[in-house]
């Protein structure tokens, strides 16, 4: 495994006493991957900001909804969140060089972890930075740098923007496994981009006395 | 002239000894809660902040405690709709209106416990789905009932009333 960032994970799981990274490897991407058009270029500074900002964080996993909302570490996904991630990204760019995958690891606690990776020979610390291009979408860049032993050199393409894909956004999602300790039902509406209010609709059993969130809508 | 003459005080005896015991029975049953175990008090105000209802939830059992599970708001049918097994039917539609707070909350994860002869007071805010505001001065419509559950029970229902 070239990517340390695994490595670095356990470290500070054990610190943490938090469960450590599984065997167990699912491969997002193994097929043919295509260019994707970039829609909005991010700035070299953002880049680098991201960059900075990452490394002292760079292990540390956090919610994946406050990931892509900016908070820098790797993405820690619900079962549901990695679903709907799986059903969502588009395949972007593939980029010069060695073969790169994504890789969503299974936890013991149910979660997953999502870490980018390659079969190159080098020591890499890679990260994801999400960089929203558009209101709804995000795409994934991959950012790290990596050292040969003896040598300090960049890897190709370390450090570099590499567009893998997007992630559509919805305006507001329905998030079952949290409940708001107000109403009176189960699950949450969470806004994504919805200026106007994320309203939840629900359905009331009036026999069984169950009030039901069966999704949420942007703008009622 | 032959006959059976039955004395006046007979009859009144004959009817009113098993009224008597009926009446006593009644009172004593309504007395101990079995009958109308449990009392729902609803109200309900405006404010400039939205709408508020109260509700007081007595169990008049005297020897089981009771648990309460849900709230509701439910719209009643016509009293003409009313026919015999109009609930079975789904006569009972759900309100537009929906009760939250910190003890609706409660009452969603754990359900309240209310002991014998106990009475407990919830308020909460009124709510559409969709988050429309409740305008100040606004009534609740005249079919609008609170329907309250409780574990291994029928539920309650109770007509609430503006407050003054």
Redesign the interface.
Known sequence: MANLLPYLFDLRARRAERPLLAQRRFRLAEEALYEAPSREEPTMAELLDALTSLFSWVAEPQPFDEWLQGRRGLPLLSREETERFLERVERGGEPPGAPRWYELTPLEDGNYVLIPNDVSEELRIDALVPVATSRRTVQLHRAGFAKSIGSRREAPGAGAKFEFGWIEQEDCVLQAERDDPDLPWHGVCRTIVCDRGCAPLTRFDADSGDYILTGCRCGE | MWGIEIPQVGVELALGVPAFIVAIGTALSYAVGLIRPVAVKARYWTTEAGAELSLDVKNRLWHRSRSL????L?TFPLLRQRLPGW?RR?G????PY?????R??E???KGIKIEPRDEISIRC?LLT???ERFEPGERLPERVRV?V?FAGAR?AVSKPRLRS
């Open positions: 599970t849900k709230v509701g439910v609930r789904g009972l539609q759900p309100s929906v009760p939250a707070g910190k609706i909350g009452i969603r994860d805010r789905p969709g988050g329907q559950h539920p």
